[in-house]
C-alpha cells in the first residue's frame, strides 16, 4: 500500500481529532470575528492549500456574506504592493508554514493591520507563530502527495465559518463528517482505476462549492498519474474551453448535491455528446452526505485512493514524484 494511500485513509480519524481539539480557540476566534466585522476576507495559500482556499471562497459568503478574495503571494513578495487591510480577516493555509512568499504576504498582512489566522500543520512554524488565530490542521506527518492536510483544512474553515455565523446546523453536520470520510473512502477503493488508462488529457468539472474539489483533483492527476488535468466550473467551459474536446479526451465530472447538480450533469452530457469518455464521480454515493457544504471533502475522499492505486497501474508512484522532491516548496 502507498503512503499516500495509508494517508487518505487515516484523514478520517486526523478530522476526529481536529474536532475534538481546540474548542475555546475556535469559539474566540468566532467572537473576535463578530466583534470586529470585517468586511473582506482575503486568503493566502499555495497548490493544495490554495484550493481549500477556494473552497473558503464559496463557504464563506454562503455563511456570512462577506467577499473572500485570494491574495496572489507574489503580489507583495515581487511587485510590492501594498495592501488596504486595516480590521479584515487575513487566512494563511500551509501545510508547512515556511514558504517565502507565504510568508512575506502574510507578514505584511499583519502590518497593514488586518486580523490573521492561520490553518498549519507545523505549529512550530513561521506562518503559526504569526499568526493572531493559530488553527492546527491535526493531520500528522504527510509525505509528498497531500491528502489529509488537505481535508483537515477544509474541516478547519468549516468549524470557522460555523464558529462565526453562529450557523448550529453546520455545526452539527461536522459532527458526522468522520463517519463520512470512512464511507468516501471506501467507495473511492472501489473506483476502477481502468478508467484512466490511456489518459492523457483530462477536464475536471463541477460547480459552485464542487470547484475546489475539482482543482485538487487536476493537481493530483499531474501530480501523482502524469495524466494532464484541467479544472472548469461548468459554465467556464461552455466559453470556449469545450471546443477542443473529443474522443481523445476523458471528462471527471464531480457532482455535489443541491445547487448546481443538474449543470454538472448536463454540462457532462455535453461533452460526452462530442466524443469525450466521461467518468462521474457522485458525492450522492456515499450515505448520509446530504448537506452540500461538506460534499467537496466526500469528493476528495472518494478521489484520493483512486488516484493513489491508478498511480501504481499507470506506472507511477504517488510517493515519489519524478520532480517534486520536497513536501515544502520554498517560492519567492
Known sequence: MSRMLEESKDAAARVRVLLAADAEIYQHAGARLRELDPRVVATIARGSSDHAATYASYLIPMCTGRVVASIPPSLVS????????????????????????????????KERGAFTAAIVNDVESPAAKLADVLLPQHAGPEGIAATKTVLCSLTAII??????????????????????????????????????EGVTN?????????????????????????????AFSTAEVRHGPREIVDDRFSVIALAVRGPGREDILAAAEELRSQGARVVLI???????????????????????????????????????????????????
Open 78 to 109: 515581487v511587485l510590492g504592493a501594498k495592501l488596504a487591510l486595516e480590521k479584515q480577516l487575513v487566512l494563511a493555509i500551509s501545510q508547512g508554514g515556511r514558504s517565502p512568499d507565504l510568508l512575506s504576504a502574510f507578514t505584511h498582512a
Open 202 to 230: 483530462a477536464y475536471i468539472l463541477s460547480r459552485g462549492l464542487g470547484l475546489s474539489a475539482a482543482l485538487e483533483t487536476a493537481l493530483k492527476l499531474k501530480e501523482t498519474c502524469g495524466i494532464h488535468g484541467e
Open 159 to 196: 468549524r470557522l465559518t460555523a464558529a462565526w455565523s453562529n450557523d448550529a446546523a453546520l455545526a452539527k453536520q461536522l459532527e458526522e463528517l468522520p463517519r463520512l470520510l470512512e464511507s468516501a473512502f471506501s467507495v473511492g477503493l472501489a473506483l476502477p482505476t481502468a478508467e484512466l
Open 282 to 332: 457522485d458525492a450522492a454515493q456515499v450515505e448520509g452526505s446530504d448537506d452540500p457544504r461538506l460534499a467537496p471533502l466526500v469528493l476528495l475522499q472518494m478521489i484520493y485512493p483512486w488516484l493513489a492505486r491508478a498511480s501504481l497501474v499507470l506506472g507511477h508512484d504517488p510517493d515519489k514524484p519524478r520532480t517534486l522532491k520536497s513536501k515544502v516548496i520554498e517560492t519567492m
